[in-house]
């Protein structure tokens, strides 16, 4: 069977991402600032990444929820069950409460049912799995990107946090890939696209043919970002769709 049917879905990593809290290793005591900060390679004292990660797992628990109720021909009484016990688990435990406050609600029972959602949820999902390897190369392009422009004098103050939220905006899709799928990597396409359009028709003024070529260079790597997203994202028919209009249009395709 494989794990693909925890990987294709919200249900799948919602249980995936449990599944590690469960099993970690820590002391009893261990504070689920901690936890969730080593599950995800946040320092444990950035409070600022720490609430926008706690959104974004709520997040996860929401849409898996509407997810699986969206689902034809399911038992209510049977597969959402799960939700209505972990939904009183993110209730009653906060960043400061021991982990095993928090594991006592991932019962056997609730972790079973959520895999069975999970599987049930994945036969009729078309979402995109992208591997680790793309994530990490596309992680990496990203910020050297962001270094570059940063460090490029002749890009206006106005243009350059423009183009830096962006990529801001990929990056961070990049790095809760694991909550939310390729779901959240075409909602920051969406964000971007216009950008990349955009970005074709802008100049450097009063720039000289080196630093011309330089600002040529960065909108083509943003563009060759863009056309990466579109093309790990997007489903064929909606490519097809795209087709003549906004794909041919990013630089670097």
């Known amino acids: 069977m494989g794990d693909k049917f925890l990987r294709n879905n919200s249900v799948g990593r919602l249980y995936t991402l449990l599944d590690e809290v469960k099993k970690m290793g820590v002391p009893a005591n261990t504070k689920m600032r901690e936890v969730w900060a080593r599950v995800f390679g946040i320092e444990p004292n950035d409070a600022e990444e720490l609430f926008l990660l706690y959104v974004e797992i709520l997040r996860l628990l929401k849409n898996a929820r509407e997810d699986m109720e969206r689902l034809p021909n399911i038992e209510p009484s049977l597969y959402l069950q799960p939700f209505q016990q972990l939904e009183r688990a993110f209730t009653v435990s906060s960043f400061e409460h021991p982990v095993e406050h928090f594991k006592r609600f991932l019962d056997d029972a609730t972790m079973t049912g959520l895999k069975f959602g ?3 949820l994945s036969q009729a999902s078309q979402e995109t799995i992208v591997e680790q390897e793309v994530l990490d190369n596309l992680q990496s392009e990203i910020e050297s990107l962001i270094q570059d422009i940063l460090q490029s004098e002749e890009i206006i103050h106005e243009l350059r946090s423009f183009l830096i939220d962006r990529l801001d905006d990929i990056r961070r899709a990049i790095m809760y890939y694991r909550l939310n799928g390729s779901r959240g990597l075409r909602k920051a396409l969406e964000t971007t696209i216009g950008a990349s359009f955009l970005l074709q028709f802008s100049q450097v003024p009063n720039a000289d043919k ?12 943003f563009g060759k970002v863009i056309a990466k997203i579109a ?10 769709a795209l087709e003549g209009t906004i794909l041919p249009m990013l630089p670097g395709k």
Do not use: H
């Not at 080196?210 to 790597?221: L, P």
């Not at 093309?231 to 097809?240: G, H």
């Open 210 to 221: 080196d630093s011309q070529d330089r600002w040529e260079n960065m909108k083509q790597r």
């Open 118 to 120: 999970a599987y049930a």
């Open 231 to 240: 093309e790990i994202t997007l489903s064929v028919t909606v490519k097809s």
